[in-house]
């Protein structure tokens, strides 16, 4: 939901950045790769309740992510860097989830189950929709220039950051946070299937901008 606005603001001095990189020859795999290798020290970080740490190796993964697109708007944007940068932010987002279940399995694993469970309906909604969209020829750029098309949602990459850092600042709460997102996950799911149903009905036509 937030995405097209967190877009707008953080994708200029991105952009600006992303030309710099682009420059010394740093390609936007690399960059991506870079984001990818952060993953196990975030879930060393947050199986050792080190939270903080965890925070800001979040944080760097994420400002990887937004480079590695700015690069690949400046040199180009290729069908296996997309593939690349799809499948390293499910990575990411489901790696931040375990890491959460190993800082206290007890405590925290049925509710990271449950989110993990969630995310595995949103991916789906949105990678099935993209597929059928590109066998349409639908096309948008509302959340920037992207591989796939990408179907908003009422939960999107920024409210899962959000929870993320708030789980990091927090992190008795976990349980709580992950269920209530869950539930957003869970309607996003629903919002997503009434959406397919209209513009994939055989008189449909593609979503609204």
């Not at 991506?32 to 196990?40: E, K």
Request: net charge negative.
């Amino acid at each position: 939901m937030l995405d097209v606005v967190t877009r707008k603001l953080l994708d200029p001095p991105l952009d600006f950045i992303g030309r710099q990189i682009a420059r010394t020859g740093i390609s936007a795999n690399a960059l991506t790769l870079m984001a990818l290798l952060l993953v196990p020290l975030v879930l060393i970080a947050l199986a050792s309740h080190l939270y903080f740490w965890a925070l800001g190796l979040i944080l760097a993964n994420r400002v990887l992510d937004g480079l590695d697109g700015a690069v690949a708007r400046r040199n180009g944007v290729t069908d296996f860097g997309g593939y690349f940068d799809v499948v390293g932010d499910f990575i990411f987002f489901g790696a931040v989830v375990l890491g959460f279940a190993l800082a206290d399995p007890d405590r925290n694993a049925l509710a990271a189950a449950f989110l993990l469970f969630s995310f595995m309906g949103t991916e789906a909604s949105l990678l099935a929709y993209a597929a059928l969209a590109e066998k349409r020829h639908y096309r948008t750029e509302s959340h920037g220039k992207k591989s796939v098309y990408v179907l908003g949602g009422l939960v999107e990459a920024s409210e899962t950051l959000g929870i993320y850092v708030l789980a990091c600042l927090i992190p008795d709460w976990f349980v709580w946070i992950a269920v209530a997102f869950g539930v957003l996950c869970w309607m996003t799911i629903g919002a997503r299937t009434v959406v397919a149903w209209y513009t994939l009905a055989d008189n449909g036509g593609p979503p609204p901008e």
